[in-house]
């Protein structure tokens, strides 16, 4: 059946027209988040050839994290650097599968950070997997670039979003004003607006968390997950779904299209780590974007965007989506 054609503006087109604080968004902004998205346009196309181009399997390298790096984790890597490098007003940019940022400029206003491609475990196996980005305002624009000027806390974004490659390529959008989502016209190459002003329901039936870490969890994450397992019986009152994919860019693009809870908490299999999802490019663009939908995001005691960076890929405990559900986390920890 064919739908009526709706005329869509495209990314550059809302970029455009947007405007934040009765502000035209400035236009070293404009061109940096065009470029990350002509990139993931790009790469949404690699992904889609996997093997057929030779692109699957392990690349033979560790990362920083001491995580095993998949062909597309580098060649991800490499196609954003090379579609952003020459943005103007980018003075430095870091990633999660480098240990140093890279100063581009050096000088500059805007910093961007990102997980070139999240979700690594699903890669050979066809599930969905995304790129997530973060931008900062660099504080001294005309000073060189340091790491400890990435170092700022969430709430200083000034955009970050994710694209998911899945059965379609989505982008999720946040400039402080609301977030948007666009979807890849694999024809024309260009990301249409689909979404405009998205929330969060505040109460859900669905949570997102990888039940074969329950036995080490803390006390406050097990006693929430039995009591969503009790439903209806239990002090809840209802009967709860769960959902867990392995790519927090699709379990988020989940919470953000039809509400619920993720987490990936702390758990004690290595208790100096405060969890398994970096702060700076992971755990704080998601925040931002849940938070701009209506949502909440906590590590258990505070909010993340509020927390301050004190390493580029610092670990954090992570609890985000539906307010009503992530009030009840935060409840739960304030008692422990
Ligand atoms: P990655 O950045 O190396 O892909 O790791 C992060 C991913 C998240 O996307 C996902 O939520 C989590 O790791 C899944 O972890 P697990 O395999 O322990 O369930
Ligand atoms: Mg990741």
Same mark, same amino acid.
């Given at each position: 059946?064919?739908?009526?054609?709706?005329?869509?503006?495209?990314?550059?087109?809302?970029?455009?027209?947007?405007?934040?604080?009765?502000?035209? #968004?400035?236009?070293?902004?404009?061109?940096?988040?065009?470029?990350?998205?002509?990139?993931?346009?790009?790469?949404?196309?690699?992904?889609?050839?996997?093997?057929?181009?030779?692109?699957?399997?392990?690349?033979?390298?560790?990362?920083?994290?001491?995580?095993?790096?998949?062909?597309?984790?580098?060649?991800?890597?490499?196609?954003?650097?090379?579609?952003?490098?020459?943005? @103007?007003?980018?003075?430095?940019?870091?990633?999660?599968?480098?240990? #140093?940022?890279?100063?581009?400029?050096?000088?500059?206003?805007?910093?961007?950070?990102?997980?070139?491609?999240?979700?690594?475990?699903?890669?050979?196996?066809?599930?969905?997997?995304?790129?997530?980005?973060?931008?900062?305002?660099?504080?001294?624009?005309?000073?060189?670039?340091?790491?400890?000027?990435?170092?700022?806390?969430?709430?200083?974004?000034?955009?970050?979003?994710?694209?998911?490659?899945?059965?379609?390529?989505?982008? =999720?959008?946040?400039?402080?004003?609301?977030?948007?989502?666009?979807?890849?016209?694999?024809?024309?190459?260009?990301?249409?607006?689909?979404?405009?002003?998205?929330?969060?329901?505040?109460?859900?039936?669905?949570?997102?968390?990888?039940? @074969?870490?329950?036995?080490?969890?803390?006390?406050?994450?097990?006693?929430?997950?039995?009591?969503?397992?009790?439903?209806?019986?239990?002090?809840?009152?209802?009967?709860?779904?769960?959902?867990?994919?392995? @790519?927090?860019?699709?379990?988020?693009?989940?919470?953000?299209?039809?509400?619920?809870?993720?987490?990936?908490?702390?758990?004690?299999?290595?208790?100096?780590?405060?969890?398994?999802?970096?702060?700076?490019?992971?755990?704080?663009?998601?925040?931002?974007?849940?938070?701009? =939908?209506?949502?909440?995001?906590?590590?258990?005691?505070?909010?993340?965007?509020?927390?301050?960076?004190?390493?580029?890929?610092?670990?954090?405990?992570?609890?985000?989506?539906?307010?009503?559900?992530?009030?009840?986390?935060?409840?739960?920890?304030?008692?422990?």
């Amino acid at each position: 059946m064919k739908t009526p054609e709706i005329k869509r503006n495209n990314f550059k087109q809302y970029l455009k027209s947007t405007q934040i604080q009765g502000l035209e #968004l400035p236009i070293g902004l404009q061109e940096l988040l065009l470029a990350i998205g002509h990139t993931c346009s790009k790469l949404s196309h690699e992904v889609s050839q996997g093997a057929l181009i030779g692109l699957l399997g392990s690349a033979g390298t560790g990362n920083v994290q001491g995580e095993v790096q998949q062909k597309l984790d580098v060649i991800a890597n490499d196609l954003l650097i090379d579609g952003v490098k020459n943005c @103007s007003e980018l003075a430095g940019l870091a990633s999660e599968e480098m240990e #140093l940022p890279l100063p581009v400029k050096g000088i500059g206003d805007y910093l961007l950070l990102f997980d070139p491609l999240d979700g690594s475990s699903n890669i050979d196996v066809n599930v969905s997997i995304g790129t997530i980005f973060s931008i900062l305002k660099k504080q001294e624009s005309k000073k060189p670039l340091q790491t400890s000027d990435f170092l700022q806390s969430g709430r200083n974004q000034v955009a970050a979003g994710y694209v998911v490659y899945g059965p379609q390529t989505t982008m =999720a959008l946040t400039l402080g004003g609301g977030v948007v989502m666009f979807t890849l016209d694999k024809v024309s190459g260009e990301f249409l607006l689909i979404k405009d002003a998205v929330e969060i329901s505040h109460s859900t039936k669905e949570f997102s968390i990888n039940m @074969s870490n329950m036995r080490q969890w803390a006390e406050p994450v097990r006693r929430y997950v039995e009591e969503c397992l009790a439903g209806i019986g239990g002090a809840r009152n209802k009967d709860f779904n769960m959902r867990w994919i392995a @790519s927090m860019v699709a379990d988020v693009h989940r919470v953000l299209s039809r509400g619920g809870v993720f987490m990936y908490p702390w758990d004690q299999r290595d208790p100096e780590k405060p969890g398994k999802l970096r702060l700076m490019y992971e755990a704080n663009p998601m925040s931002f974007l849940v938070e701009q =939908a209506g949502g909440m995001s906590t590590n258990g005691k505070e909010l993340i965007m509020d927390l301050v960076p004190r390493d580029l890929h610092e670990r954090v405990s992570v609890m985000l989506g539906s307010k009503e559900e992530v009030t009840l986390l935060l409840g739960y920890h304030s008692e422990d």
